[in-house]
């Protein structure tokens, strides 16, 4: 017994001194190796300082998330795991079945669909409470200062799928290539300016070659495939008012966010081990 004590002592000794010598700084007393810093600095193409200021925002980041206890249950990874399929216009079987063949595992797919949904979550609760929505005066001026870059397509080219049955138009989005029943089918090119605003900015913001999202078209559903936008002209206000909040908003979380873990970082107990060459 004695001796086994004994061995397993050296063991733990000798391993925690090989990953002393390969950490680099510890945040709050977690640890960010070398391996780590050059890994980022390799795969993201990004200086050495930038590589560590970005993993010691990270680090913070899974400190908050744990202190805050934000969680990804399975759900909520396969739910978002469909959105991509289906985004990339797949079933979710067909979109594994592509992953494994681009050499990717289902398993690290799911991981970054997990971390990513719980920084996510830490970001709306760090914008949530905090950010004031811009009023009319705001926008107009925003708008202003940047018409010339709110240009959207004359027209767009679009595939118009509508059904009694919003669950028929979600089997069609996700098995595209498939003629499913009681789905009224209709090619159509759609001057922008004579439809709803928020139509028209829907099918300008769907990529093409993608499905809109399932619309309540009040006794019916429907939903659009966007094929090809063509044309250009300048918008005005009330057309691009929608976009202009969003980039508003955006800009707003944003500024919040740095804002935020600025002071983190500054308050954070990070400790310089070893630097990186």
Same mark, same amino acid.
């Not at 200021?53 to 980041?61: A, D, G, S, T, V």
């Not at 805050?68 to 399975?74: D, F, K, L, M, V």
């Not at 089918?185 to 829907?202: D, F």
């Given at each position: 017994?004695?001796?086994?004590?004994?061995?397993?002592?050296?063991?733990?000794?000798?391993?925690?001194?090989?990953?002393?010598?390969?950490?680099?700084?510890?945040?709050?007393?977690?640890?960010?190796?070398?391996?780590?810093?050059?890994?980022?600095?390799?795969?993201?193409? @990004?200086?050495?300082?930038?590589?560590?200021?970005?993993?010691?925002?990270?680090?913070?980041?899974?400190?908050?998330?744990?202190?805050?206890?934000?969680?990804?249950?399975?759900?909520?990874?396969?739910?978002?795991?469909?959105?991509?399929?289906?985004?990339?216009?797949?079933?979710?079987?067909?979109?594994?079945?592509?992953?494994?063949?681009?050499?990717?595992?289902?398993?690290?797919?799911?991981?970054?669909?997990?971390?990513?949904?719980?920084?996510?979550?830490?970001?709306?609760?760090?914008?949530?409470?905090?950010?004031?929505?811009?009023?009319?005066?705001?926008?107009?001026?925003?708008?202003?200062?940047?018409?010339?870059?709110?240009?959207?397509?004359?027209?767009?080219? @679009?595939?118009?799928?509508?059904?009694?049955?919003?669950?028929?138009?979600?089997?069609?989005?996700?098995?595209?290539?498939?003629?499913?029943?009681?789905?009224?089918?209709?090619?159509?090119? @759609?001057?922008?300016?004579?439809?709803?605003?928020?139509?028209?900015?829907?099918?300008?913001?769907?990529?093409?070659?993608?499905?809109?999202?399932?619309?309540?078209?009040?006794?019916?559903?429907?939903?659009?495939?966007?094929?090809?936008?063509?044309?250009?002209?300048?918008?005005?206000?009330?057309?691009?008012?929608?976009?202009?909040?969003?980039?508003?908003?955006?800009?707003?979380?944003?500024?919040?966010?740095?804002?935020?873990?600025?002071?983190?970082?500054?308050?954070?107990?990070?400790?310089?081990?070893?630097?990186?060459?």
């Amino acid at each position: 017994m004695i001796k086994y004590l004994t061995s397993f002592a050296l063991v733990i000794t000798t391993s925690f001194a090989g990953v002393i010598g390969g950490i680099s700084m510890t945040v709050d007393n977690e640890p960010i190796t070398l391996f780590e810093i050059q890994s980022y600095t390799q795969q993201n193409k @990004v200086p050495t300082e930038e590589a560590v200021n970005r993993l010691i925002q990270r680090k913070i980041e899974e400190i908050e998330i744990r202190k805050q206890g934000i969680i990804a249950s399975p759900y909520e990874v396969d739910k978002k795991m469909k959105e991509i399929a289906q985004q990339n216009g797949m079933t979710e079987a067909q979109f594994k079945k592509a992953l494994v063949a681009e050499g990717h595992s289902e398993k690290r797919i799911r991981q970054d669909i997990e971390e990513k949904f719980k920084r996510d979550e830490l970001y709306k609760k760090i914008v949530g409470s905090s950010l004031k929505k811009p009023d009319e005066e705001e926008l107009q001026s925003f708008y202003d200062l940047h018409q010339s870059e709110f240009n959207m397509p004359t027209s767009v080219d @679009v595939v118009e799928y509508i059904s009694a049955s919003k669950e028929a138009l979600e089997a069609q989005q996700k098995q595209p290539m498939v003629n499913i029943p009681n789905i009224e089918v209709s090619q159509k090119t @759609v001057a922008l300016k004579t439809i709803n605003p928020q139509l028209a900015q829907l099918l300008v913001q769907t990529p093409d070659g993608s499905f809109t999202p399932v619309l309540n078209l009040g006794k019916v559903a429907g939903m659009f495939f966007v094929q090809n936008k063509t044309g250009q002209e300048n918008v005005s206000f009330a057309m691009a008012k929608q976009a202009i909040f969003a980039r508003v908003m955006k800009s707003k979380e944003q500024a919040a966010l740095i804002e935020y873990f600025e002071k983190k970082k500054s308050e954070a107990n990070v400790k310089v081990i070893r630097r990186p060459n």
